[in-house]
């Protein structure tokens, strides 16, 4: 069992959609969870961050935790054609431990 | 403020052969990783840096893997010799102080044929 489960997708959505991006993780340790997005060619750029459980919105971007179920979520409102990319997901655990990252899903936004 | 500059951004080598990958990090970031992507993947941590120093290489295939970080700034990662399963993006990334906050250059795609 991977340590981190992503749907890869592709996901495809017509634009002005709300989009929710899901993750599963096994290692109760994690406490850091973060949204990487990643344009084609591209490297991956931190899009949010939540420390233990909860929520944290910043604009169109919604993180969500749910540590007593190892899970966690990204929803977009109102989807743009440049929101198209790969999403990643993220985690690690306290102390300087390396990061895991999901496979990635492929978004889609169609105009 | 500048970004994490990486070289070359394309790669193609046959294999067997050597190849040296280098990075620059935003200034005054005492973290460094590298990482390889391989299509369809997520990011795999091969090596980690604390200013000089290697915090975890435990997935760094050591016996063709080398990487260094010279006086806490640029790092080079070398593959010696390179196998066709070694084709990937190879991405660094840098950090101020906390793991969560990685910034990542754009990354070097080899191809071994």
């Known amino acids: 069992q991977k340590e981190v489960e992503q749907d890869p997708g592709p996901l495809s959505v017509p634009e002005g959609a709300i989009v929710s991006l899901n993750c599963t993780y096994s290692n109760s340790a994690f406490q850091y969870f973060m949204w990487y997005r990643q344009y084609s060619r591209k490297g991956p750029e931190l899009l949010m961050y939540?420390?233990?459980?909860g929520n944290k919105e910043d604009g169109r971007f919604t993180a969500q935790v749910d540590k007593s179920s190892k899970y966690i979520s990204l929803f977009i409102r109102d989807s743009q054609p440049s929101d198209s990319a790969t999403y990643l997901c993220?985690?690690?655990?306290?102390?300087?431990?390396?990061?895991?990252f999901g496979a990635g899903t492929r978004l889609f936004v169609k105009a | 403020e500048a970004g994490v500059a990486q070289s070359p951004r394309y790669k193609i080598i046959e294999k067997r052969q050597s190849v040296a990958f280098w990075c620059n990090p935003i200034?005054?970031?005492?973290?460094l990783y590298w990482y390889q992507q391989i299509l369809g993947q997520g990011p795999k941590l091969l090596i980690q840096f604390q200013n000089n120093g290697v915090v975890d290489d435990s997935q760094l295939p050591k016996d063709r893997f080398s990487a260094e970080r010279l006086k806490g700034v640029d790092s080079t990662l070398k593959i010696q010799p390179a196998k066709l399963e070694d084709s990937a993006v190879y991405l660094c990334?840098?950090?101020?102080?906390?793991?969560?906050?990685?910034?990542f250059g754009p990354g070097t795609r080899l191809t071994v044929t």
């Open positions: 990334a840098s950090s101020p102080v906390f793991i969560y906050e990685q910034y």
């Open positions: 993220a985690m690690s655990a306290p102390g300087g431990f390396k990061t895991i």
């Open positions: 939540t420390y233990s459980s």
């Open positions: 200034s005054g970031h005492a973290t």
